[in-house]
């Protein structure tokens, strides 16, 4: 009887001796994270509600590229009372911009510069004396926002503009597709 006491001791004391470092090898391992992540992106169409454009500029050198210190501001834009009757309604006006350079870029919200009851869906824009372009592939929908360029070295930097509210009665080309 005297070996079973000492036999249950030196079981006892491995059991002990292996739980220690199961409990010491468990602590010193780290968690774990995957080696790698996927970027999640998202899209989706804007198809409804009101939008609204930020009027805003940018001085440019002559490479089109924006001007090192430059500085741009839209400080206006005047429309002349809209005539004809509504839904084939015209009017022409500017949007004036203060910058350090003849070459700017720009895009403006030309909404708040005509009475309500306008309908932009049907509306066209054309350059009424060539002082800008607008930006690759600008169209008519986007109407009332307008973007583009004005030529280098333009002499003003009142960009002219004619609004038809029926495009079929806009003539000549069109500021957009």
């Given at each position: ?28 391992v ?9 970027d999640?992106?998202?899209?989706a ?34 429309l ?7 839904g ?28 309500t ?5 049907t ?35 009142e ?19």
């Amino acid at each position: 009887m005297r070996g079973l006491p000492r036999r249950v001791l030196v079981t006892v004391a491995a059991g002990a001796a292996l739980l220690l470092a199961v409990v010491a090898g468990a602590s010193a391992v780290g968690a774990t994270s995957a080696a790698w992540t996927n970027d999640a992106r998202f899209a989706a169409p804007a198809s409804s509600g009101t939008w609204t454009v930020a009027n805003g500029c940018v001085a440019l050198a002559a490479n089109g590229t924006p001007a090192v210190g430059g500085s741009c501001v839209i400080t206006g834009i005047s429309l002349a009372t809209p005539w004809g009757t509504p839904g084939d309604r015209q009017t022409n006006g500017h949007v004036q911009v203060t910058s350090s350079s003849t070459y700017v870029s720009f895009s403006v919200d030309l909404r708040p510069a005509l009475p309500t009851g306008w309908s932009w869906s049907t509306s066209a824009i054309v350059n009424g004396n060539g002082s800008y372009t607008t930006t690759a592939g600008y169209a008519c929908s986007s109407l009332p926002a307008l973007s583009g360029r004005t030529n280098p070295n333009w002499s003003t930097l009142e960009i002219y503009l004619v609004l038809f509210e029926k495009r079929s009665s806009a003539p000549g080309a069109l500021n957009c597709a």
